[in-house]
T-cell receptor, first 112, second 114 residues
């Protein structure tokens, strides 16, 4: 009963490096989301997807790219990491008919 | 645009105290309203929700009533426990916006002392 799984759980990058965060869900959910959580800011939506092969921008998309090649996976990429991208990243998913979001346990990213 | 405002805290209470965490929102139409809880080191979990005016959501002793006239969705619990220590997020889902993600408040850190 895995639900939403995020890898890695922790990562430290140097400015300018690239990386990909993986989100996998086993609930056959159509909709998937990437949020970032910062102190005093709550959660802000980066990108989301309503199905395989589709993506859309959220509130804070700059500096990130995403891909949804398979229904169960949603990848978040940082092409050239910046210290401002130091944050905790959460993936979430849901069905079209139920607004309840299921969250992963998060990835803590530090960019030095 | 849509927004959610909640007290940030930290809110520190003694065990068995009464809890209120205020939440107000700005949105067009009739949004759905949620409270999510985040325990240390974990992702957010849905605590309760309400989808229309005057609905009351409840779970694990927590309650919140959707008040359209005051655009509020305050979270209450009659007797808190140490295990309730967590960060609580109020959120809304806009009316008829399909797949758009939830709009979250900044979160309220609740600390319950034995």
């Amino acid at each position: 009963n895995a639900g939403v799984t995020q890898t890695p759980k922790f990562r430290v990058l140097k400015t300018g490096q690239s990386m990909t965060l993986l989100c996998a869900q086993d609930m056959n959910h159509e909709y998937m989301y990437w949020y970032r959580q910062d102190p005093g800011m709550g959660l802000r939506l980066i990108h989301y997807s309503v199905g395989e092969g589709t993506t859309a921008k959220g509130e804070v998309p700059d500096g990130y790219n995403v891909s949804r090649l398979k229904k169960q996976n949603f990848l978040l990429g940082l092409e050239s990491a910046a210290p401002s991208q130091t944050s905790v990243y959460f993936c979430a998913s849901r069905t079209p008919t139920n607004e309840k979001l299921f969250f992963g346990s998060g990835t803590q990213l530090s960019v030095l | 645009g849509n927004s959610v405002t909640q007290m940030e805290g930290p809110v520190t209470l003694s065990e068995e105290a009464f809890l209120t965490i205020n939440c107000t929102y700005t949105a067009t139409g009739y949004p759905s309203l949620f409270w999510y809880v985040q325990y240390p080191g974990e992702g957010l979990q849905l605590l309760l929700k309400a989808t229309k005016a005057d609905d009351k959501g409840s779970n694990k002793g927590f309650e919140a009533t959707y008040r359209k006239e005051t655009t509020s969705f305050h979270l209450e619990k009659g007797s808190v426990q140490v295990s309730d220590s967590a960060v609580y997020f109020c959120a809304l889902s806009p009316t008829g916006r399909g797949a758009d993600g939830l709009t979250f408040g900044k979160g309220t850190h609740l600390i319950i002392q034995p």
